[in-house]
Each structure stands twice: as C-alpha cells, then as structure tokens.
C-alpha cells in the first residue's frame, strides 16, 4: 500500500517571471521618503507610484499601457504640500486614487482615462481631520465608498461621497502601522508601535480582541484577514529575525503558527489573495518575493517557492484579480520598484490546456459596491459582489464621482423635504412661486456647468491627440 508524502497542491509550481524589458515602465523617480509603505498601487487601468517632487508631494498615475521611458514632462497628480505616504485604489472605481501625506490631509482624486494635459492640482474631495500626518489609507471592501486614514493614533472612517467623517476611533496609544479589514468589511485589524495586536468593531467604537507581542521584536509590523477570518502577520523576533505567523482572532493566547524566516532589516509587506490563499511577502530592500499557501492542514502556512531577482526593491505593487491574463494561467502579477524604474513580475502555475481554468480563476470580487455607506452603518454586513474572470476583464470607462458636501453648521439629521412643506411652515416661509422660480434657475445653471464640462473635455481630448502627435 503505498502512501502520497508530497502535499497536494494546484499551486505547488507557482513560479514567477520578469516582464521582458519593453514591458517595463523606465524612468520613474521612485519616492525617498522614509516611511513603510508599499509606495505603488495598481489596478486593472492604471499604475500609481510616488515620486519624488519639490514643493510637495507628488504620485505618477499612469496608464498600464504606457510602457517604455517615461516623458519627463508627464503631468503628475501634484495636490499635496507634503511628501505623500500612502496610496490606494478604490477598489468600486478603477478611476478614484486616495493619497495621505505628511501635510497632515487625505486626498481622493478621479485620474481621467485620457492623457491629461496638464497637473492634477484639485482632488474631488479632501478629507481634513487629522493633527499630525495620514500614515495609511486603506478602501472599505464591499462598497462602503468611505476609507480609512489613520496617523496621530487615530483612525477615521469617511464617507468620501460626502466628504464627512462617519467614525473617529482613538483606542490606540501610539503610531498605528497598518490597517486590513475582514471580507465583509464588518471588522478590521490593526498593528501598532505599542507592539499590540488589535481587532476593532468600528460601529461599536471598541477593541474586541488585542494580543500583547505577537512578535517578540520592537521593529514595525504588518497583520492581514485572511478569507477565513484569521489573521497572517509578519514581524521580527528579539534577536531582529524575521517571523511570520498566523492567528484566531477569538483565542489570541496561542498562535495557529509561528515561523521564524531569516535575518533582516527589511519590513516584510504581506499581499494576500483570498481566491487562492496565497500570500506574498515582499521585504524593502530584498530581491526575493517569497509566497506560502494557507490551507486548514498543518502546518497550516506551506512554504511554496521564491522568486529570486538582482535588484533589491523600493517598494510593489500587488494587482487586483481582475487585471491579470487568464489565458496565460497567471494567477498574480506584483510590480516591482526599482531605483528608477518599475517591472511587472508575473506568477503562473503551468497548464498544458489553452481552456479557461475554473479552479485556479474562481469567482473574484467585482467592482460593483455591495452596501450604501448608511446602510453599512447601519449595521449591515455583506460580502464582495463576485464576477467571473471566464472570458477575461474588461474594466468599464470612467464615471464621474460626485460628492455631495453638506452644510457642516446644519446639525440636524438630513431629511427630504417637499417645496410645499417648506413655504407652509408657521406661515413665514418663502412663497410657492419663488422658490420653483429658484429652482429653475438652479437646473438652467446645472444644465449649462455640464455642458460647459463637456466642451472643456472635448477640447482637452483633441489637445491631447495634438500633443502625442496622433493627429
């Protein structure tokens, strides 16, 4: 009787493969600033990168197209007066970046489709509330539209089509370093300077599972949520070796693994896929990318393989499952930052069939928002709306966020009310005749500003033709 000794896995020979050198984007002034960011962003439209700037900080949104030297002249998104920190794509809109930075603001901004003309200077909103610098921002996972900044120890969650805070959280004594929700986005995780581990309800306002030193180590750490609901960190241990681990957030008192990895200064960025339970970890200043799987079978983490490279990196970028090519099997590509450029780093798992492979492309989360952000504060839980990859993904063309601001001196709650009901109350309202008179002007004014948009788009497309030299 014989009995199988080797693991089995339809990700065992996951192996990965640099883009060839015309794929590469050349160029680009990655970001000296110190902080342990990821420093790039991408998603199935664009690559984002922070980049060095004078008088500010400074983020390349480019699009995935654009390969090859980059003009030196490309029109960067210039808006904060501070180096930026962090970015991250909204996950519901693959045209809507969120930027923090040291100037103390969060910035959402709407790249266009098109080559722009000229610096981005104005987000769509700017999420003011922080005293000291926006460390981390991080999107709501089904649909909420609000996302999370927190630095000054201090966490606030934003309905970004208002512009308002929702919640403020303040149970954190010292530098938060990162910040990752659960799947249905009804919890999240944080790690912290004060080497605790947390896991806070936000619409309850409180802590409900901390841990004390999941790794032993003072240097910075980094927590993810797994699809199951446990959590995969990475930290160092008291003699500065590196260490990854992973938990039950409902017992901490013993971890499900602990395992120490090698000896480095490196923070160890973790990107996670939940279709597939990899997990990816990238070290600032390594030229290695190793990936493990997790299953619900000891050892519970399994190492896979590594990918080894020359060059060590700055930062990387991890790209969303819609955006990768299902007829070459690749089931995660990252983006690497170099000194002055940034390469796609493909990860495949071999197939001998050109058919679409159902068990390595289940279905994914789309981009359809599953919740409203008052329904979701409400106490609403729902999971991602998930696509099918099958037949490949095509992202939709841009839609215009439009954020609707609110008078921050009216502090009763917004309700609807009708004209009638307005010019009828104790007799001293306006009469009926003036205000539907006000508001006719007002649509004649909105009819003729979105017109006005569209000739101003227009005329921007055909100078951008001009300006690439297609026309």
Same mark, same amino acid.
């Given at each position: 009787?014989?009995?199988?000794?080797?693991?089995?896995?339809?990700?065992?020979?996951?192996?990965?493969?640099?883009?060839?050198?015309?794929?590469?984007?050349?160029?680009?002034?990655?970001?000296?600033?110190?902080?342990?960011?990821?420093?790039?962003?991408?998603?199935?439209?664009?690559?984002?990168?922070?980049?060095?700037?004078?008088?500010?900080?400074?983020?390349?949104?480019?699009?995935?197209?654009?390969?090859?030297?980059?003009?030196?002249?490309?029109?960067?998104?210039?808006?904060?007066?501070?180096?930026?920190?962090?970015?991250?794509?909204?996950?519901?809109?693959?045209?809507?970046?969120?930027?923090?930075?040291?100037?103390?603001?969060?910035?959402?901004?709407?790249?266009?489709?098109?080559?722009?003309?000229?610096?981005?200077?104005?987000?769509?909103?700017?999420?003011?509330?922080?005293?000291?610098?926006?460390?981390?921002?991080?999107?709501?996972?089904?649909?909420?539209?609000?996302?999370?900044?927190?630095?000054?120890?201090?966490?606030? %969650?934003?309905?970004?089509?208002?512009? =308002? #805070?929702?919640?403020? @959280?303040?149970?954190? /004594?010292?530098?938060?370093?990162? $910040? &990752?929700?659960?799947?249905?986005?009804?919890?999240?995780?944080?790690?912290?300077?004060?080497?605790?581990?947390?896991?806070?309800?936000?619409?309850?306002?409180?802590?409900?599972?901390?841990?004390?030193?999941?790794?032993?180590?003072?240097?910075?750490?980094?927590?993810?949520?797994?699809?199951?609901?446990?959590?995969?960190?990475?930290?160092?241990?008291?003699?500065?070796?590196?260490?990854?681990?992973?938990?039950?957030?409902?017992?901490?008192?013993?971890?499900?693994?602990?395992?120490?990895?090698?000896?480095?200064?490196?923070?160890?960025?973790?990107?996670?896929?939940?279709?597939?339970?990899?997990?990816?970890?990238?070290?600032?200043?390594?030229?290695?990318?190793?990936?493990?799987?997790?299953?619900?079978?000891?050892?519970?983490?399994?190492? %896979?393989?590594?990918?080894?490279?020359? =060059? #060590?990196?700055?930062? @990387?970028?991890?790209? /969303?499952?819609?955006?990768?090519? $299902? &007829?070459?099997?690749?089931?995660?590509?990252?983006?690497?930052?170099?000194?002055?450029?940034?390469?796609?780093?493909?990860?495949?798992?071999?197939?001998?069939?050109?058919?679409?492979?159902?068990?390595?492309?289940?279905?994914?989360?789309?981009?359809?928002?599953?919740?409203?952000?008052?329904?979701?504060?409400?106490?609403?839980?729902?999971?991602?709306?998930?696509?099918?990859?099958?037949?490949?993904?095509?992202?939709?063309?841009?839609?215009?966020?439009?954020?609707?601001?609110?008078?921050?001196?009216?502090?009763?709650?917004?309700?609807?009310?009708?004209?009638?009901?307005?010019?009828?109350?104790?007799?001293?309202?306006?009469?009926?005749?003036?205000?539907?008179?006000?508001?006719?002007?007002?649509?004649?004014?909105?009819?003729?500003?979105?017109?006005?948009?569209?000739?101003?788009?227009?005329?921007?497309?055909?100078?951008?033709?001009?300006?690439?030299?297609?026309?």
């Amino acid at each position: 009787m014989s009995r199988s000794i080797v693991r089995q896995s339809k990700f065992r020979h996951v192996f990965g493969q640099a883009a060839k050198a015309e794929q590469t984007y050349d160029d680009i002034r990655v970001s000296k600033v110190t902080w342990d960011s990821s420093f790039c962003a991408v998603n199935p439209k664009f690559l984002a990168v922070i980049v060095e700037s004078s008088g500010g900080g400074a983020i390349l949104a480019l699009a995935l197209s654009k390969t090859g030297r980059l003009d030196k002249n490309y029109p960067l998104v210039v808006g904060h007066t501070g180096p930026v920190l962090d970015i991250d794509w909204c996950p519901h809109d693959d045209n809507i970046l969120a930027s923090g930075s040291e100037d103390c603001t969060a910035m959402v901004w709407q790249i266009p489709d098109h080559v722009p003309v000229r610096p981005l200077t104005e987000p769509i909103v700017t999420l003011e509330g922080h005293s000291k610098r926006v460390g981390v921002v991080s999107w709501h996972p089904t649909g909420v539209t609000a996302n999370t900044e927190q630095d000054d120890n201090l966490i606030i %969650i934003w309905n970004v089509g208002t512009g =308002e #805070p929702l919640i403020s @959280m303040d149970n954190h /004594p010292d530098l938060i370093y990162s $910040v &990752s929700w659960n799947r249905n986005g009804s919890l999240f995780c944080t790690t912290c300077k004060d080497r605790r581990l947390r896991v806070c309800d936000p619409r309850r306002r409180e802590v409900v599972a901390e841990r004390l030193a999941p790794h032993e180590g003072i240097r910075p750490m980094r927590a993810i949520f797994t699809r199951e609901g446990n959590i995969f960190t990475t930290g160092f241990t008291r003699m500065s070796q590196r260490e990854l681990g992973l938990w039950d957030p409902t017992n901490f008192d013993e971890p499900i693994v602990l395992l120490e990895m090698d000896t480095s200064n490196g923070v160890l960025l973790p990107f996670y896929d939940p279709d597939t339970n990899i997990v990816y970890l990238c070290g600032k200043g390594d030229s290695s990318i190793r990936y493990f799987e997790i299953t619900d079978e000891p050892p519970y983490v399994h190492y %896979i393989s590594t990918y080894s490279s020359k =060059e #060590p990196q700055r930062g @990387m970028g991890f790209m /969303p499952k819609r955006g990768l090519d $299902v &007829s070459k099997c690749e089931i995660a590509r990252l983006y690497k930052l170099h000194e002055r450029k940034c390469e796609p780093i493909m990860m495949t798992v071999p197939r001998k069939s050109d058919l679409f492979q159902d068990d390595l492309y289940p279905d994914t989360a789309g981009p359809e928002p599953a919740l409203e952000p008052e329904e979701w504060l409400e106490g609403r839980d729902a999971d991602p709306v998930l696509v099918s990859l099958r037949g490949g993904y095509v992202p939709p063309k841009s839609r215009e966020l439009k954020v609707a601001k609110k008078n921050v001196l009216d502090s009763r709650p917004a309700t609807r009310r009708s004209v009638s009901s307005v010019s009828s109350r104790d007799g001293s309202g306006l009469p009926p005749q003036f205000v539907e008179k006000l508001l006719e002007e007002i649509q004649s004014l909105k009819a003729t500003v979105l017109a006005q948009e569209k000739r101003i788009c227009d005329l921007e497309n055909k100078l951008s033709k001009y300006t690439n030299g297609t026309a």
